[in-house]
């Protein structure tokens, strides 16, 4: 076959592509990428995808594998979550991500709310009641799927209160579809109280979805850990990413319920065309069988045993870390985290000299070659605010890592210890206060110092980050979202 470019050269493009892009493996990310630090899992993965590369999970009557492969996940993910207790049966089901997970939980308690209610979709608009600290994949299920989004503040350490979420309840039980409560939340590592909160919603009989997409593979094996799983009486579901601390490739998760007429509930099905019947569990028709076998490999190769063994080199690292950002002078970590990660602020007990500021802080440990994940600050609805900090994930490689990382953790405070915050850009203080078209978005971009142009291509990132998220916090959110939309919308854009 004539090729327009040889498929030598295709792929020598792609590794110089991917010379420039942040490490995967050797623990220099805190974020983003979940590196067991084992290459043969990683081995093994691939050789998975491989096998599974030509097949279309959209059809498993059709390839049997993609049905074998789900049953056998879905088992051992229900046996270590808690949901073989021999109660009403849990089902699962394997999806694309974290997202589409919390997606298809949102749509299945909306639907069982409507039919419950007698209405039909668009009649009534029933509540999604969950902590600010849910992850965003929430608020998107409430935009896509028509509920009410119900936010409830949380404590100074992140976590709500059982009772703040009885408060939602008590006065209008019925309209609402579905409690969320996350073991760990993203943001700030803060398990929430979810035997309490179930207690509460089950009293009105509303179910209780737990989303532990970024701990559920990791805290079955933590210690001291009150009840957080399927064994909580009340909670109805479960989310539980397969390519965080699963090791998986990206993207594969795990949605469990409780009760197979709820998990029906999140599929779609139609007769109602000339062509095959349609019935798709989850919001992809065609979809690669890789990530799923790639999970289902991993699963087989480290067992229960296995997950625990990393797990525990993941918990030690964590520990060391957390006591190592302890020790840095004008830095605190944020409330009692739980898992493998957690957030980081400015101590603001110390005096201004002494204080570092987390988002400078993470600039100039980039500096040092560490990626960090700046996060920006958040004002309550009940005037509370969340401080703006630092987060990080870390992985079983960190441990081994932790000599060169925890001095360069060190050296980056030490070099920006007094260093105030950067001011938001005369641009957004004097900006829109309605949301701006691309091109003022544009502008506004250029005006924080920040250039699409470098990313891929070049090799450079977007450069430092702090005022871009001062931006985010000084401007009005649909201003912000509209400016971070603009942004990533034109680093795909054509040159």
């Not at 694309?96 to 997970?101: A, K, Q, Y």
């Not at 390519?243 to 949605?255: D, F, I, N």
């Not at 690669?288 to 190769?301: D, E, R, T």
Request: aromatic share 4%; proline share 9%; glycine share 10%.
């Amino acid at each position: 076959m004539r090729f327009a470019v040889p498929p030598d050269d295709v792929l020598a493009r792609l590794a110089a592509l991917r010379e420039r892009d942040a490490p995967t493996h050797g623990g220099r990310v805190l974020s983003y990428v979940y590196d067991s630090g084992e290459p043969e899992l990683d081995e093994l993965a691939a050789a998975a995808v491989r096998a599974m590369q030509p097949v279309n999970g959209l059809d498993p009557t059709t390839f049997g594998s993609v049905a074998a492969l789900e049953r056998d996940l879905v088992a051992f993910t229900r046996d270590l979550l808690g949901g073989d207790d021999g109660g009403e049966p849990v089902v699962g089901t394997v999806t694309s991500g974290g997202t589409e997970s919390c997606l298809l939980a949102v749509k299945a308690a909306r639907d069982a709310w409507l039919a419950a209610h007698g209405a039909e979709p668009g009649a009534a608009r029933p509540r999604l009641v969950a902590p600010v600290t849910a992850h965003a994949a929430f608020q998107k299920a409430a935009h896509y799927f028509g509920l009410a989004l119900d936010l409830v503040p949380v404590r100074p350490g992140g976590a709500v209160a059982a009772d703040a979420v009885a408060e939602r309840l008590a006065d209008r039980p019925d309209d609402v579809a579905l409690v969320v409560v996350s073991a760990p939340s993203y943001p700030h590592a803060a398990l929430d109280p979810v035997a309490e909160v179930a207690t509460v919603a089950a009293a009105r009989g509303v179910p209780v979805h737990v989303d532990a997409c970024i701990g559920g593979m990791a805290l079955p094996f933590w210690p001291g850990l009150p009840p957080w799983d399927l064994r909580v009486p009340g909670v109805t579901s479960l989310s539980v990413d397969l390519h965080k601390y699963g090791y998986a490739p990206k993207g594969v998760s795990m949605l469990l319920h409780r009760g197979r007429d709820r998990q029906r509930g999140q599929y779609f099905a139609t007769t109602r065309w000339p062509g095959y019947p349609v019935v798709s569990p989850t919001l992809l028709g065609s979809r690669s069988g890789g990530p799923l076998a790639a999970a289902w490999a991993i699963a087989q190769a480290l067992g229960r045993d296995g997950f625990a063994e990393l797990a525990e080199q993941a918990r030690q690292a964590t520990d060391a870390l957390r006591a190592a950002v302890g020790q840095i002078d004008g830095l605190r970590v944020v409330g009692e985290p739980t898992g493998p990660l957690f957030a980081v602020a400015t101590d603001e007990s110390v005096p201004t000299a002494r204080r570092v500021d987390p988002h400078v802080w993470a600039d100039t440990v980039a500096n040092h070659g560490w990626v960090l994940q700046p996060q920006p600050a958040l004002r309550q609805a009940d005037g509370t605010v969340l401080p703006h900090t630092t987060h990080l994930t870390v992985t079983p490689v960190t441990a081994r890592v932790l000599d060169e990382l925890v001095p360069a953790l060190a050296a980056a405070a030490d070099a920006v210890r007094g260093t105030p915050r950067p001011e938001a850009s005369p641009l957004v203080d004097g900006g829109p206060a309605t949301v701006p078209d691309s091109d003022t978005a544009a502008a506004l971009l250029r005006g924080l110092g920040l250039d699409t142009s470098r990313i891929g291509e070049t090799g450079a990132g977007l450069g430092p980050m702090a005022p871009l998220l001062a931006a985010v916090e000084a401007l009005p959110a649909p201003v912000a979202e509209r400016l971070l939309t603009e942004l990533l919308g034109r680093l795909a854009e054509p040159r």
